[in-house]
C-alpha cells in the first residue's frame, strides 16, 4: 500500500510555498498525496513539483457540487494531474437522510459520479464522526452509499472519525471490503462520550501512534480490504510544526512494517 499524506495537514504552507510544502511531504518519507485545494497552481505546475519530489496524487478533496458542476474544468485538472479519486471531503449533518432535500442532493451526488467518471476517476465520500448517528437503524455513511449507489460512489474511512462516533474503524473497513481504495489514517486522544462536546471529552487529534487507535488492527484490516493508499491526516497540531507531527506519522508507519 502506498503511503500518503492529505495536504489539509499542512494547508498553511502549501498556501505560501506549494514547493516547499511538497519538498518536505517527500523528505519525510511519503509517496502519496491528497489535494485539498490547489491554490491557483496549474496542472502543469502541480505535476512539475511532483515529479521534482516522487510524489504521486493519488486523490483530491473536492465538493460534490463542484464535482456535477465542473466548475473551472476542476475535472480536467485533476486528470492532467493524474488524480484517480475524487473525494467529497464533507457534508453537514442537515443535509444527511431524513433531512428536507435529501432525495435532490442524492441527484446531485450523481451527476458529479457521473463526471467524475467521465474522466477517468471514481468518487469517494469522506465521513466525519456525526455519519455514524443512525436514521431508521441505518447509519448516515450508510444510506449515503446505498442512495448514491455502489457503482456510483465508495467510502474514504476516516478512522478517527468513525471510532469517535461510536463505531469500529475495522469493522467499518471491512464491511466495504473491496470498495475502499483510501483509507484515512487519523489518530487522537480523549474520551469518547456522545453526550459531551469535543471540549468536554478531552478530543485533540495526535500524530498517527499517539493516541487511542489500535493500528496493528486498523492496518490489517485495510490490508485484507485492498486498499490502495493509506493517507495521514491530521487537522490541528495544537502549536506543533504540522511539519514535525506528519514526520511522526511517517515513522510510526514505517516501524509497523508500511
Not at 473525494?87 to 451527476?111: F, N, Q, S
Not at 467524475?116 to 468518487?123: E, H, N, T
Not at 473497513?173 to 469535543?198: A, N, T
Request: net charge negative; hydrophobic share 35%.
Amino acid at each position: 500500500m502506498k503511503i500518503g499524506l492529505q495536504l489539509y495537514s499542512v494547508r498553511d504552507t502549501m498556501e505560501k510555498d506549494m514547493d516547499a510544502a511538497l519538498g518536505a511531504v517527500s523528505r519525510a518519507g511519503y509517496d502519496s498525496v491528497e489535494f485539498a485545494g490547489f491554490f491557483g497552481k496549474s496542472a502543469d505546475e502541480i505535476k512539475a513539483m511532483l515529479e521534482k519530489y516522487g510524489l504521486e496524487a493519488v486523490s483530491a478533496h473536492i465538493g460534490y457540487e463542484e464535482l456535477a458542476e465542473n466548475t473551472g474544468g476542476i475535472l480536467e485538472m485533476c486528470r492532467e494531474i493524474g488524480i484517480k479519486y475524487a473525494a467529497v471531503p464533507y457534508m453537514g449533518p442537515e443535509l444527511h437522510k431524513g433531512t428536507d432535500g435529501y432525495d435532490e442532493r442524492i441527484d446531485v451526488y450523481k451527476k458529479a459520479a457521473e463526471n467524475v467518471k467521465k474522466y477517468g476517476m471514481k468518487l469517494l465520500y469522506h465521513n466525519h464522526d456525526f455519519e455514524f448517528r443512525t436514521y431508521e437503524g441505518k447509519y448516515l455513511n450508510d444510506w449515503l452509499m446505498e442512495s448514491v449507489g455502489e457503482e456510483n460512489i465508495s467510502p474514504e474511512p476516516d478512522v478517527c472519525w468513525i471510532k469517535y462516533g461510536g463505531a469500529s474503524p475495522v469493522d467499518y473497513i471491512m464491511k466495504y471490503s473491496g470498495r475502499v481504495p483510501v483509507v484515512h489514517l487519523k489518530d487522537f486522544i480523549g474520551e469518547i462520550d456522545p453526550e459531551k462536546s469535543q471540549e468536554e471529552n478531552g478530543f485533540e487529534m495526535r500524530p498517527v501512534g499517539s493516541g487511542c487507535q489500535d493500528w496493528d488492527a486498523i492496518l490489517e484490516a485495510a490490508e485484507r480490504a485492498g486498499a490502495e493508499c493509506l493517507i495521514v491526516e491530521q487537522d490541528h497540531h495544537y502549536g506543533a510544526d504540522p511539519f514535525d507531527n506528519v514526520k511522526k506519522s511517517r515513522d510510526f508507519l514505517r516501524s509497523k512494517g508500511y
